[in-house]
């Protein structure tokens, strides 16, 4: 039988390439000004789904939220071993913060239909807050495993694993459905299959921006070349809850942290010198 999984996943600006076009006078990522590239722990969470589906079976569904070209991180979902990828895409979710964000997802995953499992990373490196799934998974009612960094066991009524705190592990078990949350500790994500790669590299976004039931048959989305594309419409979700109306966080100060050079001082390249260090470090408190 298998199990139904759903991972949600992000495409976000490189952070390790920002300028100072990267935010917009109202406090908004300019996203045009930076490289777009796949968040990294939304990697080990669809890591995790495709080994529990080549252990159990059942079906991966990868959903993000973005812009038309966010369509690269279905096509590199795809490439690892997705099953089927939707764009939430439409103008009236721009500028949604965390809790827009998780509502519009929770229409798009109760859109899916049923499922087992929600995955997605920790958090994402353009907003690093860690409440997009927690928030999601109390919209859904439904159990969250948070900072998952081993998967030991999963049947097709529940699943094991430890959880990272700041004391240390936690072993936690949950049935379904339920929310996990993966880190980068869990798994090593595989790299794309070159046979997925040619096969799905021409995919591209569909123009047709309503929901469309035809659509739901994966084999004539991948002939067609074709991403499913779901509006505001298509999820039934209520407007004044998306986007910049639906968001309570309001930016209302923007400082450049420019980080300068301080004192330096030349080590002698010996053990006297290290020996010197040392000491001064210890003396100062800094170690020991």
Not at 36 to 50: S, T
Not at 74 to 98: H, P
Request: charged share 25%.
């Amino acid at each position: 039988m298998g199990l139904n999984i759903i991972v949600l996943v992000k495409q976000v600006p490189d952070t390790q390439n920002i300028t100072q076009e990267a935010m917009k006078p109202d406090g908004t990522v300019n996203r045009d000004a930076l490289p777009a590239i796949f968040n990294p722990e939304d990697l080990h969470a669809l890591e995790e789904a495709i080994k529990i589906k080549e252990t159990l079976g059942g079906m991966v569904t990868v959903i993000t939220m973005g812009p038309p070209k966010a369509v690269e991180v279905l096509k590199e979902s795809m490439y690892r071993g997705s099953d089927d990828v939707i764009l939430l895409s439409d103008k009236k979710f721009a500028g949604a913060d965390t809790l827009a964000t998780s509502y519009a997802l929770k229409c798009a995953v109760q859109t899916v239909g049923e499922f087992d499992l929600v995955l997605c990373g920790g958090q994402a490196i353009d907003g690093d807050t860690g409440q997009v799934g927690p928030q999601l998974s109390e919209k859904l009612n439904i159990n969250q495993l948070t900072s998952i960094c081993d998967i030991r066991e999963v049947t097709e009524s529940e699943i094991i694993g430890f959880r990272a705190t700041e004391q240390g592990y936690e072993k936690v078990k949950s049935g379904f459905p339920a929310l996990l949350t993966v880190s980068s500790e869990a798994n090593e994500p595989r790299s794309p299959s070159a046979k997925k790669v040619m096969a799905y590299k021409n995919i591209q976004c569909s123009e047709q921006q309503a929901y469309d039931e035809s659509y739901l048959d994966n084999k004539c989305a991948r002939d067609a070349m074709i991403v499913k594309q779901w509006n505001i419409d298509s999820i039934g979700a209520d407007p004044e809850k998306c986007g910049l109306s639906g968001s309570w966080t309001q930016v209302k100060k923007i400082e450049n942290v420019v980080l300068a050079a301080s004192e330096a001082k030349q080590i002698e390249n010996s053990d006297e010198g290290i020996s010197s260090l040392i000491k001064e470090l210890t003396q100062e408190h800094i170690i020991g």
